[in-house]
């Protein structure tokens, strides 16, 4: 408890973005966010008050944040799970979520096994041990088929389309030897890819946002349509309750992301993930309550806050461009907010690289068309400091 405010401590394992929002949102709740950070130069060490260095694969190093936090949560899914199993030996910091939940979003393989046993709709999928496990499960579901690292992958990394087992042939022995863990799926022929976002409490209240549509570039999430166009009041709420079955299945505590397929025959699951996610970044201004102080209130089991729709939203996510820009961020925000003064921008303060995700924008109103058009335009130019062919330099067409 911090003795200056009379409120807990949250302690945040890792000091990405993700930590850096949540770090906005407590301070308006007045909170203590207290953030276990890699090094002084991440996004959240830069911005929060409270920082430890430290590494979340130092199992002394988790141990000594967990005893001056009331309650422990985090900003990504690295933390070993062996580390969390000894960290929960200890009663006296609640973990949330806990380990036994967070093993499903730590390892795919897992995730898939725990779904498909209780009939959530999943994509075939097998355990690869060597390559004749991926030859004959292409033989049986006919190629392509999709090779996913069990563990550790992120934004398209770690995932490979193999369209033949020639490819196969290839590529599979060399990740196993690398100590890669794989496992195989059929790959989905699908409409577009959705997200339910949902929250949940210790004491097992829920909220869920309105499904989105997320829209993907080389495996790299580039925008977020909420709500997600043209889906139908039923299949939202299919979406909606999937997303609710799941956290209470899975005893998840805080944000959880359900990333879906929609296809003809209906809604398929592709990945979890238990903390704030990019695909609810629009929510912190286009939702009554944004992703990371509902995560607040739920590890903190206070009731949760009211996800309603303040209107149609569009999030583009900036993403460091091919060669760094001459001009400065600081010159290209100038210039946005004189083009565009109803942006909402929201940057990490990560040095820029290519692919990098420098930051997101959102935008707020009524015509999704347009909401794009405005939403991707202000991305391209706060990474590229240049608007994109057949715009002038005001951005206009």
């Not at 141990?63 to 990504?76: G, I, M, Q, R």
């Not at 999430?221 to 889906?231: M, Q």
Request: net charge negative; glycine share 8%; hydrophobic share 45%.
């Amino acid at each position: 408890m911090d003795s200056r405010t009379g409120l807990p401590v949250v302690g945040m394992v890792g000091g990405g973005q993700l930590a850096r929002m949540t770090h906005q949102a407590a301070i308006a709740l007045g909170q203590s966010l207290r953030v276990l950070a890699a090094s002084p130069d991440d996004a959240a060490a830069m911005v929060a008050a409270d920082v430890v260095i430290g590494s979340h694969t130092d199992l002394d190093a988790l141990a000594s944040f967990a005893k001056t936090v009331d309650v422990l949560t985090f900003d990504h899914e690295h933390v070993p799970g062996e580390h969390l199993l000894a960290l929960a030996m200890n009663d006296d910091v609640p973990i949330r979520p806990g380990p036994d939940a967070l093993a499903f979003a730590q390892n795919k393989l897992v995730m898939r096994e725990r779904l498909a046993a209780e009939d959530y709709p999943c994509p075939p999928f097998a355990e690869v041990s060597d390559v004749d496990d991926v030859l004959k499960f292409g033989a049986e579901q006919s190629w392509p088929v999709v090779l996913k690292a069990a563990t550790g992958g992120y934004d398209g990394k770690g995932v490979w389309m193999l369209d033949s087992d020639a490819e196969a042939r290839e590529l599979v022995p060399e990740l196993l030897a690398a100590g890669t863990s794989l496992m195989v799926e059929r790959r989905v022929e699908m409409r577009r890819e959705l997200c339910a976002l949902v929250a949940r409490s210790p004491f097992g209240q829920g909220a869920s946002w309105p499904v989105v549509e997320t829209v993907q570039k080389d495996g790299i999430n580039t925008e977020v349509l909420a709500p997600a166009p043209g889906l139908t009041a039923r299949r939202t709420h299919e979406a909606q309750e999937l997303a609710l079955r799941i956290a209470e299945a899975l005893n998840v505590v805080g944000v959880l992301a359900v990333e879906l397929f929609e296809t003809d025959g209906g809604l398929i699951i592709n990945e979890l993930a238990m903390r704030p996610h990019n695909s609810g970044h629009w929510t912190m201004d286009g939702s009554r309550t944004s992703q990371f102080e509902q995560h607040l209130r739920a590890v903190l089991d206070y009731p949760l806050g009211s996800t309603e729709l303040l209107g149609p939203t569009v999030m583009a996510n900036v993403l460091g461009a091919p060669a760094i820009p001459e001009m400065g961020p600081d010159e290209r925000l100038h210039h946005l907010f004189a083009r565009f003064p109803e942006a909402k921008v929201h940057l990490y303060g990560k040095g820029e690289r290519p692919g990098r995700k420098l930051g997101h924008v959102n935008f707020v109103g009524h015509d999704m068309d347009d909401l794009r058009r405005r939403a991707t335009l202000s991305a391209h130019w706060l990474s590229h400091a240049e608007w994109p062919d057949g715009y002038d330099i005001h951005g206009r067409e």
